[in-house]
């Protein structure tokens, strides 16, 4: 029998928290067991694997994140609504470091995890309706919100690993690097044909 008052979305939320203090690559069903209180083979009965345990903070994650952007942007439009998601982005994943490697799998092409679908969509989904009030024609729609995501996640990834050493403050590059996407975004409307050959 499972603990009681132990439910999968605790075990979960433990996971979570667990991955940010250790790093998600860390995270074991033995360290999370004696997080919450029992031995790693009881834990099986809460929760099947290690891969459903990360798919299970990647959920949670992806809503956590969705929902700090969305709060954020609140209220904005344009650039405005640009740059407070850019921050919101880099807070939550310099605050939720292990819960961020979670976020980061792709959905499954075969649609078998419809949940992670739509909670992956969602988050998809606020990049796209902030970016539309930059007024990109449609076919650079997924172009821009792929370039926005790479340089948000290259920037904190490299923040996170400790890899800006110059002697410059870190909150005025990455203002820098926002307002040069923004300007970029609203500048590059190329409207060439991506069928033809190049």
Known sequence: MPRAGLALPAVIAAGAELADEVGLPHLTMALLAERVGVRTPSLYKHVESLDALRRGIGVQALREFGEAMSRDAVGRSGPDAVRAIADAYRRWATDHPGRYAATLRAPAADGADEEY????????????????????????????????????????????????????DVDRSYRFLVDTLVAGLRHGTDTRDDTAPR
């Open 117 to 168: 679908r739509r909670v992956s969509d969602d988050v998809v989904h606020i990049l796209f309706d902030v970016l539309a009030g930059l007024d990109l024609p449609d076919p650079n729609a997924v172009d821009a919100a792929r370039a926005l995501r790479s340089a948000l996640h290259g920037f904190v990834t490299i923040e996170a690993a400790g890899g800006f050493g110059l002697p410059r």
